[in-house]
């Protein structure tokens, strides 16, 4: 699509129905495809809650991961208000409140025929609250990422991605959010490191398949905490992995880790 991809102050002055402003649930044929993550990442507990629409048809989950226990998730009692975050979900029960900035927007071409993307991620947010396992109470003061996503993506869409966040050598607070597969152009991407709330835009991700590592940064899967999902439904089809973890390494910015927490994904879906 001819002016993509943009990033930042630019994307506000595109002649496109973008956030906050009404999208169409239809264009050129495609579906609109639109969700809101938010991700709590640390060594005590980690979590993620999800809200999304596929055309008219919803989706919710969440999922919560102690160490050395098996994911615990599910697909009712979420709620979002504003940049608060809500799971009543009997035995699980979550009331967080993420510190949001503005966060990073990008609007990426996809597929051609007039597909786009927009995007706006966070991650390296500060995080307060608590989180209640079978009576349980974790008070949660942590850091954290946004996915803010809306657009007419591929009928057939694949990715790799990673969120985390976590410490530099320095003691830099950091996040980062790195993908492929989507929103993942040379330059104007979504791809993004953050240093103490600050963002740059970092090169072209470089995944391994199996999710053990991206760009410098080796990935040490917590046992049995992966979110895994396999559906086939003919018109709609999804294959998904999502396990959580810590990381070490170097950013690809350059800068070492002393600690690292988050998620990686692979994603392929039929929408």
């Known amino acids: 699509m001819d002016g993509l991809p943009v990033r930042g102050d630019g994307v506000a002055s595109l002649d496109l129905p973008l956030p906050p402003a009404r999208m169409p649930l239809l264009r050129r044929g495609r579906q609109l495809k639109r969700w809101r993550y938010v991700g709590v990442y640390g060594p005590e507990v980690m979590l993620c809650v999800g809200v999304a629409r596929i055309g008219v048809v919803p989706k919710r989950w969440w999922a919560v991961v102690l160490p050395g226990r098996p ?10 208000d504003g940049s608060r975050v809500v799971i009543d979900a009997g035995d699980v029960r979550a009331d967080l409140l993420v510190e949001e900035g503005d966060g990073v927007e990008s609007v990426n ?18 995080v307060r609250g608590w989180v ?7 008070e949660v003061d942590a850091l ?3 996915d803010e996503t809306a657009g007419y993506h591929a009928r057939h869409t694949s990715w790799l991605w990673s969120a985390g966040v976590g410490r530099g050598a320095g003691g830099e607070r950091v996040g980062w959010n790195l993908v492929t597969g989507v929103n993942d ?14 963002p740059v835009e970092v090169p072209p991700s470089d995944f391994a ?4 590592r991206v ?18 439904l003919l018109l709609f089809r999804s294959r998904y992995r999502q396990p959580f973890g810590s990381f070490s390494g170097t950013l690809p910015n350059g800068l070492e880790l002393a600690e690292g927490w988050g998620v990686m994904e692979s994603h392929e879906v039929v929408w």
Do not use: C, I, M
């Open 132 to 138: 209640e396992v079978d009576g349980r109470r974790l």
């Open 215 to 232: 760009d410098g940064l080796s990935f040490d899967e917590w046992p049995d905490s992966a979110r895994v999902d396999d559906t086939n």
């Open 71 to 80: 994911v615990r998730e599910g697909a009712r009692g979420v709620r979002f």
């Open 109 to 126: 071409s996809h597929g051609g025929a007039g597909g786009y993307v927009w995007t706006r991620k966070q991650a390296g947010v500060p």
């Open 144 to 146: 954290g990422a946004v």
């Open 209 to 212: 398949l199996d999710l053990s």
């Open 185 to 198: 152009g040379p330059a104007g991407s979504e791809r993004t490191v953050w240093v103490e709330g600050g």
